[in-house]
């Protein structure tokens, strides 16, 4: 039996726990704050309760993997429903869509009533383009760990693979080549946003976020998804391993040219045969390491969130679980962002699941709303501590959403503030960035860090580590490190 530390009990760490635990491994999670999930945080008050982090679930293969593998499937232990519509979506140009969750077909029949007739098959012939990238990238790119350029070279011997990734092309350019509708284009550049990047940026291979989320659809967890956090903590105690809230790790511990466990902040050393990190990578290189490796750059971190939780008296007819409303000149919002400054005209997300769980009574209803934010970076951007900066804001977001069509300001019982210095601080996220790294550039799945770090013994889960951000990548990424690691 191998000893595992594992640090942090964000979502990546309690998943890689549980399956380490169910393969034999005695397993111990050292988390820093009060309670277990990391970014899939939850926040109650006077009977309102909210979701903090995701909202749904896509590629539930992962989620029925990990409950397979480690005893009783998810079924048995949460109530995961499907969600149709997937979201509402608003134009600048005031036009409105249904995104049905019912397969691609459904999701053409929805865009040519909506948006004009052809609109369909044009995103049809995108989502074909998709599904052939998810084919040839799905193995070596997201559940495998990457070997560094030999992972793109395999990919080069074929000219056929090579030309469907298409690694030199941007997630809107390849959208240009199918896609003639403005508001169709403005849908996808949407989805790069889903690891804070940049549509002009990112990589052609995002193209399989929306296919995933379309093909396989979306899902949500009755009670809220901070449940799916609790449930893989309870999956991972069943199968032996012990989690520790309110325990800091001070550092990472090497012995003989490997990691050989952890030392607590109260200076008790914890000794161990491996370490999995699954807090921010560059606070682990930065800070937990003997001999610090250097942070990741400033330009690649991702973006970050600016979000309100509203309490809100009153129901809103016809209100769906997601609503997105889109501003007249989206590249203005991500010209805001990559000069480090709160976007002026933001897309604004509204999250408002119609969930008994989530309300005191049937007469009121609890939001989640978000909005693209830069992090949290006082020295060279925008210092989210400025309390005249978030008042601002928060009146700026809620003056937009009344523009578009959602005022709620008289409906309004009380509101919350969370800016990417809060998450910084609670998930220990650098400057609040939601996914870590930025998928900006061809190279960016080699510049996120690898899951077997260069201290033998070391590996690394979570968003920030390959494959990526959002609940199915880090799903993987803990399914990736316990195949490195074996068995017991």
Not at 118 to 138: L, P
Not at 174 to 193: E, I, K, Q
Not at 302 to 308: A, C, I, Y
Not at 373 to 386: I, L, N, Q
Request: neutral net charge; contains cysteine.
């Amino acid at each position: 039996m191998s000893r595992v530390v594992v640090v942090g009990a964000g979502f990546g760490g309690l998943s890689a726990a549980a399956r380490l635990a169910a393969l034999g491994h005695d397993v111990e999670v050292f988390e820093q704050g009060p309670e277990v999930g990391g970014k899939l945080g939850w926040f109650s008050r006077d009977g309102f309760s909210f979701d903090t982090g995701p909202s749904l679930l896509t590629l539930p293969a992962v989620q029925r993997d990990l409950f397979l593998k480690t005893g009783a499937p998810i079924e048995d232990v949460l109530d995961v429903v499907p969600l149709d519509p997937v979201a509402h979506y608003r134009f600048g140009d005031g036009t409105e869509l249904d995104l049905p969750g019912g397969g691609l077909p459904a999701v053409a029949r929805a865009l040519d009533d909506a948006l004009g007739a052809g609109t369909g098959a044009q995103w049809t012939a995108f989502q074909r383009r998709a599904a052939r990238i998810w084919d040839v990238a799905r193995e070596p790119f997201l559940e495998s760990a990457l070997e560094g350029p030999r992972t793109l070279l395999r990919l080069a011997r074929n000219t056929s693979d090579l030309r469907t990734v298409a690694p030199w092309a941007s997630l809107r350019g390849l959208g240009r080549t199918y896609l003639h509708d403005p508001r169709l284009r403005t849908l996808l550049d949407r989805y790069a946003t889903y690891s804070g990047s940049h549509p002009a940026k990112a990589p052609a291979a995002l193209a399989t976020v929306p296919f995933v989320e379309q093909a396989f659809g979306a899902w949500y967890v009755r009670g809220g998804l901070h449940l799916l956090a609790q449930a893989v903590a309870e999956r991972a105690r069943e199968n032996g391993a012990r989690i520790r809230t309110h325990t800091p790790v001070a550092r990472v511990l090497e012995s003989g040219g490997r990691a050989s466990g952890v030392e607590l902040a109260d200076g008790t050393r914890v000794r161990a045969d491996v370490v999995v990190s699954a807090v921010d990578a560059a606070a682990l290189y930065g800070d937990l390491l003997p001999r610090p490796r250097s942070r990741p750059r400033r330009r690649l971190r991702s973006s970050s969130g600016f979000v309100l939780l509203l309490a809100l008296d009153g129901r809103t007819p016809g209100l769906r679980h997601h609503t997105v409303l889109f501003p007249e000149d989206y590249d203005a919002e991500f010209a805001d962002l990559a000069a480090g400054r709160p976007v002026a005209d933001p897309t604004v997300y509204v999250s408002a699941p119609d969930d008994p769980a989530l309300r005191p009574d049937e007469n009121c209803e609890a939001w989640f709303v978000l909005v693209n934010a830069p992090v949290h970076d006082p020295g060279h951007g925008t210092d989210w501590r400025d309390g005249e900066l978030v008042a601002r804001h928060t009146e700026l977001v809620l003056a937009t959403m009344a523009r578009r069509g959602l005022d709620v300001r008289d409906r309004l019982r009380w509101s919350e503030v969370r800016t990417p210095a809060d998450l910084a601080d609670r998930t220990g996220s650098d400057g609040g960035a939601i996914y870590g790294t930025a998928s900006n550039g061809p190279r960016s799945a080699f510049l996120r860090p690898a899951n077997r770090s260069p201290v033998p013994g070391l590996f690394l889960v979570g968003g920030t580590a390959h494959p990526g951000g959002g609940l199915p990548l880090v799903g993987l990424s803990a399914r990736i490190v316990t195949d490195l690691i074996g068995k017991a």
